[in-house]
Each structure stands twice: as C-alpha cells, then as structure tokens.
C-alpha cells in the first residue's frame, strides 16, 4: 500500500476520531438557524474581508434584509467576482448591497406611543428639586424616540427579514439594538409605569408572551438569529409590577399558562442540575445553557476570530457554546464565566451554577404563585409556593457563603455518579466578589434563613471593592470586557437598591439610597455633557460612560432611562441636593 494512501487513511481516522471526541464533549442540543440568517452571516463574513476591522460592525449585516427572494439573492452573491484570496472588491459589493439588501432601519418604523403624556398628572411627585424634575421629564421623553411598530412590509412577507414580526408597539434599547430585548424590557416597564404608560408596558409583555407561544420560552431578542437561546427570567416580575399598578386582572389570566411554560424551560433538560449538599441532600438548580454551537449570527466573525487560536473544531464548538450561553446571562462576556479571567477562550459559563439566575427563577415562582392566588388557581399557586420553598433552601446550601456573606456562584466539577448529581464541596464556591452575588436580595424572603442575616450581606457589599464613586462595579477584574471593572450596568443597580431597600434594616435603606445618588448623579452629568443616556457607565468616577467589549458605546437607553425613572420615584430628589459631581 502506498506512503500517500496510509497517510490519507491514517488522517481520515484521525478525523473519524476527532469528530467523534466531539460528540462526546459537546452533547447539548442545537436549535438550527433560518437560511436567510446562514446566508447573512456570509454576507457578514464578506464585508469584514472587503471593509476592513475600522468601524465594522458584524450586527448590522445579519440585520438587513432581502429586496427579492433568498434563492435570487444567493444566486447573484454567488456570481460577484472574486479577487486572489478570494474577497470582493468594494464596487462589487456595494453594488450587490444596494441592490439585493435594505437597512434595518426601515424594518421597525416609528410610532407615538398611545399613551404618552408629556408630564404625566402625579409625575415623581417626591422630586422636588426643579434642576432634576427638568432632566426627568427629558428622560421620560425619550420613550418617544425609542417607540417602534413592526413595519407593514415585514409583516406581509415576514422569511425577507431576521426580525420577528411582534404585533404591538415595543420600545427598542437604542443604538444598534433596533429590536426589542427580554431583560431589558424588565427596566423599561418600570420605567413606562413611572410615566403612567400602562398600556405600552402591557403591550411589550404580550409580545413577550406570542415568543413563548411560538417558542417556548422568550428569546433572547426579537430576531430569527436569537432562537437559540434566552435571557434572565424576568416576564413574571414585569406582570406582578403592571398588575400593582393597573389591577388588570386580564393580563394575569392571558399570561399564566405561558409563565408556566416558561419555568418549565429554565426547570428541565440542559439547564436543570441536581446537586447534593454537605448534609446528603439533593436539590435541582439552574444554569444558563445555550442551544447553539456555532459562532453567533449577530458577532459571527468576532467568535470566529477569538476561537481560531484553539486547535480543532471540538474545541472551538465547545467555545461557541460556552459564549452563546454567556450571551443568555446578560453578561457577555465577563471573567465571571472564565477559568482564567484574561482569556475569553476560557469562557465556560455551562458550568457554573448562577446565583443570580436562580434568584431570577426563585422571584418567578414566588411571582406565579401570587398570580395564580389571583385568578383563583389554587394548587398552581401551592405548587410553586413549594417550588419557591425548595429553590430557597437550595440557594442557601449551595451559594451562600457565611465567611464572605455573599452567595457565590458554584463550579460544576464532574459529577461522581452515574445520575449525574454533582456533589457540593467547598473549594468550588467561586470566592470571587461580583455584583451578581447580591442579586439575592431581590427575593421577598433570601435572608430568612437565621443564620443568613441583612446586616452581614450590607457589611459584605460596602467591604467587597465593589461599591465605587459613581455606582456598584460589576467584578473587580479589569479585562477589557464589558462586564467586568469598572463599568457598571443598570439592572444590577437597581436590582441591588431594591433589593436592600426591601429587607426593612434601616443600614440598609441608607446604603440603597447612597448608592441611588451616586449612579442618578453620573447619569444626569453624563447627559449633560454628552446628550445622552448610555447603556453602561464607567462607575470609578461620576459622569463617564462605559467601554470594552465588541461594539462602541451606545445611547438611548431604555433600561438606562427606566432606572432612573424607577429610582426618582423611589427615592425622589430634594430642592437643597445638587445633582452635579
């Protein structure tokens, strides 16, 4: 037999086995995309040959949408001349682009929302200083320049565009976020029903009810690219909030049984984890988990480029994964999810068991519990009363840490059994200090426990590093990342404020309102200077926004301006208080 055939065997072989190792390594399930998303992504791959790194902005391409149908569209791409190393020339491919594709910008058109009001009667009635009440009500207006509807066009021809065609009116983020997001929504609400926009809210959650229909669970983002993963839980607590204040029974009834549907989700298969304490007993968790192995659609050739230096295709399928569920946290990318916090290939968010998700799921059951007592369904309601007992109990054995007074996140080491229970021990505990270790606080009852008190978790947070001049940092590594130091993000602001507001201790309430004055103070300067509201802020000095991470700063920002909305309301801003640094 000859030298070349051995060797081609011999490699053949080789890649039996390395595929193979790949099914053993990766066995979780892949939701595919649509053929219109694979196609962009190589229209995506094609600008970054043809345009260059300076200003590229992967997103945008996945965004567009067909003028003539797929088939048409592949055909004349397929047909443009290539270059020697096999790119398109600038002229052939704007050509192509302006002939066979549209901007995104024309997908989502603008609407006045129906019940926007310029200065809505009893307005942030505890903001008495005339400086801050200026600059609310600008944030209030911004709702309007971020108001949308669903084209008509998409609607009628819905397989030319990746946006889902939602029936109601949402409120985009800003920027190049030009769709509705799950947990952004949360903060948006709050601060729609700070304005008294109670009919905007109750559309949005019922666009995020059709995803659940549709899906199964709420995606991640209104676009056919996000199918494969979701988002922090957060649709009940957006429904308890519109209910307190709307009373509308409806909505509750209407949104039940997709609530139900959707703890399912996060409460089965690949996100469920049984784990067994010090004491011998079992208890199920959650974990983020993405259905998806491939480079994200909507950063396809960065995830490409940051897996390239691994050294096969079993390597780099495990690390689109591990970055896709890290996208499902909301944190991407941060060291939380990294075994060495300066290398992104090291993401490995799969496992590690999340306080803050299983505090999101915990708030969920309380929340359907109480809206099952509403609408009279009694054993739903005692189900998960129970359901929210047992998480409790579970966050506090696995999580919590009596040293620090932090829950932290758990490492999931290999299992030991043949059921796969993960057994509890110590040195797995992530002794790390992140924002997420307090999201806990958000839950009615986290420090019910006796030995889990109030008055060490406050002690924990104002010593752990985290509390800076301008708001609380999210880790206290400095990697570039957009989710580590120093930039501070919205949701964990407020959840955190809420959070130690609601356990009663009055330490507690002056350090949620020190810190509420800190992150209103480098908003309203950042406005100021800038004109906008930015999606992150650098929180080591007041009226800087954040950096680091794949794309430039953005502006809009709706979770930004319903935190601050949420918080005015809360807390209120006195006539002698300055409001600058």
């Known amino acids: 037999m000859g030298k070349a055939i051995i060797f081609m065997i011999f490699t053949m072989s080789m890649n039996m086995i390395k595929a193979e190792t790949c099914k053993s390594i990766d066995k979780g399930p892949v939701i595919p995309t649509t053929p219109l998303v694979i196609f962009l992504e190589k229209v995506q791959e094609a600008a970054l040959q043809t345009y260059g790194h300076k200003g590229f902005d ?113 409120i985009i983020p800003g920027s190049r976020f030009k769709e509705v997001y799950y947990w952004d929504s949360y903060w948006v609400i709050r601060g729609l029903l700070a304005g008294k926009m109670y009919e905007t809210a109750k559309g949005i959650v019922n666009n995020l009810v059709s995803l659940i229909d549709q899906f199964g669970y709420v995606l991640n983002g209104a676009r056919a690219y996000y199918s494969n993963r979701s988002q922090p839980p957060v649709l009940a607590a957006m429904i308890v909030d519109i209910f307190n204040q709307t009373g509308d029974l409806d909505l509750v009834r209407r949104s039940l049984p997709a609530l139900l549907k959707e703890n399912h989700f996060w409460n089965s298969g ?44 079993c390597e780099k399928r495990e690390l689109y994964r591990e970055l896709a569920s890290a996208a499902e946290s909301g944190w991407d990318f941060s060291s939380r999810w990294m075994s060495n916090g300066s290398d992104l290939t090291t993401t490995s968010t799969t496992s590690i068991l999340p306080v803050d998700l299983n505090a999101f799921l915990l708030k969920m059951e309380l ?7 509403l609408v009279g369904e009694s054993s739903t309601a005692s189900h998960f009363t129970e359901a929210a007992q047992n998480r409790q109990k579970a966050i506090n054995c696995i999580f919590w840490n009596a040293e620090m007074g932090q829950w932290l996140d758990y490492w999931l080491i290999n299992s030991d059994t043949s059921e796969d229970i993960y057994k509890w021990e110590d040195l797995h505990q992530n002794k790390k200090s992140f924002a997420s270790n307090f999201v806990p606080l958000w839950t009615e009852n986290s420090c019910s426990d006796n030995n889990i008190t109030t008055q060490k978790v406050v002690q924990s947070l104002m010593s752990s590093g985290l509390l800076q001049p301008a708001g609380i940092a999210m880790t206290l590594s400095n990697t570039g990342q957009q989710w580590d130091f120093p930039n501070g993000w919205p949701p964990l602001q407020h959840i955190i404020i809420e959070g130690l507001l609601r356990s009663g201790l009055e330490e507690a309430r002056t350090l949620a309102k020190d810190i509420a004055i800190r992150w209103l103070r480098t908003n309203y300067v950042t406005y100021k200077k800038t004109g906008a509201m930015y999606e992150k802020y650098d929180v080591t000095k007041c009226g800087a926004y954040g950096g680091g991470g794949e794309y430039m700063a953005q502006t809009g920002f709706g979770w930004s301006n319903g935190v601050v909305l949420a918080l005015l309301e809360e807390f209120g801003w006195p006539e002698d208080l300055k409001i600058d640094c």
């Not at 603008?110 to 600059?135: I, Q």
């Not at 067994?276 to 199920?284: P, R, T």
């Not at 968790?285 to 230096?309: C, H, Q």
């Open 270 to 313: 690949i996100h469920k984890v049984t784990i067994q304490d010090a004491q011998g007993s079992n208890h199920s968790l959650s974990r983020y988990y993405a259905m998806w192995n491939k480079p994200r659609p909507e950063s396809s050739t960065i995830d490409s480029e940051t897996a390239s230096v691994l050294p096969n295709i």
């Open 367 to 373: 929340n359907i519990a109480f809206l099952a007592n």
């Open 58 to 170: 992967a997103k945008l391409f996945v965004d567009m949408s067909l003028r003539e149908n797929l088939s048409e569209t592949v055909e004349a791409f397929n047909k443009l001349p290539r270059i020697v190393n096999g790119s398109i020339s600038k002229s052939d491919l704007d050509g192509f682009i302006g002939s066979y594709l549209s901007s995104p910008d024309k997908d989502l058109v603008y609407v006045e929302p129906m019940d926007f009001v310029a200065e809505p009667e009893g307005f942030l009635p505890k903001v008495k200083n005339s400086e801050v009440r200026a600059w609310a009500l600008e944030v209030h207006s911004l709702w309007k320049n971020l108001s949308r509807k669903v084209a008509d066009h998409v609607l009628e021809k819905p397989e030319l565009y990746t946006l889902l065609p939602l029936k109601n009116p949402v």
